[in-house]
């Protein structure tokens, strides 16, 4: 199995800055796709930045010049820099990766952290 932990959340207030962190632990061989989504109360889950082994990555509109996605491989650690945030990027921040692990003969599996809320005052 492979446990994500997010941690970075918080109380902000619009135009500031703040730093998700998700690491990874368990049993993995590979990480294929990391990504961050978020849901606000009553909506969808929606895909905030992802991430993609070679470096490729899809991001919401909403997000774009302002949030970036790194990751860190030897670490097993997704980072989401959030730049002028805005009272509309309020809600819980959840990581996801897509990964194997050892002993899973080839099999690729989704993964979720906890959450993390992210909340932007005006």
């Known amino acids: 199995q492979v446990q994500l932990v997010e941690s970075g959340g918080g109380l902000v207030q619009a135009g500031g800055s703040l730093i998700l962190s998700c690491a990874a632990s368990?049993?993995?061989?590979?990480?294929?796709?990391a990504a961050w989504y978020r849901q606000v109360s009553g909506k969808t889950r929606e895909l905030v930045k992802n991430?993609?082994?070679?470096?490729?990555?899809n991001y919401a509109d909403s997000v774009k010049g302002r949030f970036t996605i790194s990751r860190h491989n030897a670490k097993n650690t997704v980072y989401l820099p959030m730049n002028d945030l805005k009272p509309e990027d309020t809600g819980v921040y959840f990581c996801?990766?897509?990964?194997?692990?050892?002993?899973?003969?080839?099999?690729?599996?989704?993964?979720w952290g906890q959450g993390t809320q992210v909340t932007v005052s005006s």
């Open positions: 368990g049993s993995i061989f590979s990480i294929n796709v």
């Open positions: 996801n990766a897509v990964a194997r692990i050892i002993g899973s003969s080839g099999r690729w599996d989704t993964y």
């Open positions: 991430i993609i082994t070679g470096g490729s990555t």
